[in-house]
């Protein structure tokens, strides 16, 4: 029976199950466009298209790549990130002595307007042109991840994909000699598979490991269950955020109720300026996995995972409730609910008048936790509503008292009072030993 025989003997069936057909059609649809999704991603060893690419500064000034004369490559950034938009000033002046041997394009993953908008907002100068998206380019090389590094030898040639931090003048004077220096392969991410370890070769039924960071593979987790075994997946984080994950904070703990006795914290968190450098997440970065009865609760297998990190990595973390002085709001009258609209907060702007419209005291509370040097704010308000704020702050967040005179226009009180709060408490065997026990 051909094909069209085929269609004949179902048109029947089709015509009288609609939903058959529409289900059937979708199916088909969803297929075609993965194959076709599939198709178009570029594979290392192959010539990309040559593109016209048209300038965000100058529109009518458009722009061949791959060169086809030298080699090139390909970056994509958010011009929305300030941590990006710090590398990319850098990245600005390490290439400029090779501006007549590379052929170097930038692309925002903000769309024509949004991305010069961010641009001008960020005053960001650059002499490295600067592309806005192109969804023919990110087919091509489909990533989540940003700033993702492409690089093309002179035939416009696929030649491989890195961090930022891969571009250095080492690896440069290498890439224009027309050779590929020697470079860690940026994956955007890790598959988990279903009933698969990702660290080991042969598991067992149940077990936990701690492994080194895996070079070249983004940050990833996955928590997934089957009839009998729950298993965590982690890949590439931070040891800092790894215990926030076995604490159940993964999104964070206020920065004033962190301890910590250890000789150097910056080998646990992001140092901000480093915070998308490779290398330092290779040096401090780790994966943990482990598979566990599926009946165990959730906060046993999370405090497994707090004492494996802390088996591997030689530490001591944990929460202890300690009893300290905090800042404490409270009413001094009826609080006014805020007047509606659109939620927002300039915040992290730097600006002495802080601002916030229709939202809940929360948001200020966060704010003011972020800060080490503060005491720990708590609210016993008792108010659920939103707000609007208008608070002048000449010395930022840390300025105690110009916040509480500024709050009191709002019937919100401040003072000082003992509580006993959870601190999150690292300690390093050695500084225990030197600086506890003298």
């Keep these: 029976m051909n094909d069209k025989h085929r269609i004949g003997y179902l048109w029947p069936f089709f015509r009288r199950y609609n939903t058959i057909k529409l289900l ?16 178009q991603a570029l594979e290392i060893g192959s010539v990309l298209p040559q593109q016209e690419l048209v300038l965000l500064s100058n529109s009518a000034i458009s722009l061949k790549f791959p060169d086809l004369t030298k080699p090139s490559l390909l970056i994509f950034w958010n011009a929305s990130c300030k941590t990006t938009q710090k590398q990319m000033q850098r990245l600005d002046s390490l290439v400029k002595p090779f501006s007549e041997q590379l052929h170097i394009i930038t692309l925002t993953a903000e769309e024509g307007e949004a991305a010069k908008q961010w641009l001008q907002k960020s005053q960001l100068q ?7 998206a192109q969804a023919q380019l990110k087919q091509y090389f489909p990533h989540q991840l940003h700033p993702h ?9 696929f030649v491989a994909t890195s961090a930022i931090d891969e571009l250095t003048t080492a690896h ?3 890439f224009i000699t027309g050779k590929m220096p020697a470079i860690i392969q940026k994956q955007d991410r890790i598959d988990f598979k279903i009933g698969k370890s990702t660290l080991l070769k042969e598991p067992s039924k149940t077990y936990s490991i701690v492994t080194p960071y895996i070079p070249g593979v983004e940050p990833a987790f996955k928590v997934w269950k089957d009839s009998s075994t729950i298993y965590t997946q982690v890949i590439n984080f931070s040891s800092y955020t790894l215990y926030l994950m076995a604490i159940n904070k993964f999104l964070g703990y206020p920065a004033n109720q962190i301890i910590w006795e250890v000789a150097d914290k910056s080998h646990y968190q992001f140092p901000k300026e480093k915070a998308l450098e490779e290398r330092w997440k290779r040096a401090y970065s780790y994966c943990y996995e482990s598979a566990m ?27 202890e409730s300690r009893h300290t002085q905090v800042w404490r709001l409270y009413p001094l009258g009826l609080i006014k609910a ?34 080490e040097e503060n005491l720990p704010f708590i609210d016993e308000t008792a108010f659920s509503g939103k707000l609007d704020l208008d608070l002048y702050l000449p010395k930022g967040f840390t300025d105690s008292q110009a916040l509480k005179q500024a709050l009191e226009k709002y019937h919100i009180g401040m003072e000082l009072v003992e509580r006993e709060v959870p601190f999150l408490v690292f300690t390093e065997p050695s500084y225990s030993t030197k600086h506890l026990n003298p």
């Excluded at 059937?24 to 198709?39: G, M, N, P």
């Excluded at 650059?126 to 806005?132: D, G, I, K, N, T």
């Excluded at 590094?149 to 040639?157: E, H, I, L």
């Design 24 to 39: 059937v059609f979708l199916l088909v649809v969803v297929v075609f466009s993965k194959k076709a999704k599939a198709q």
């Design 126 to 132: 650059l002499s490295l042109p600067v592309v806005a």
């Design 149 to 157: 590094v492409v690089w093309f030898n002179a035939q416009g040639q």
């Design 172 to 174: 440069l004077q290498t």
């Design 293 to 319: 009865p599926l009946h165990q609760p959730a906060s046993a297998r999370l405090d497994k995972m707090r004492q494996d990190l802390n088996t591997a990595l030689h530490l001591n973390v944990r929460l």
């Design 338 to 371: 805020a007047a509606g609209g659109k939620a927002y907060n300039n915040f992290e702007e730097d600006t002495p008048l802080k601002q916030m419209r229709n939202v809940r005291l929360e948001a200020l509370l966060y704010e003011l936790n972020q800060r």
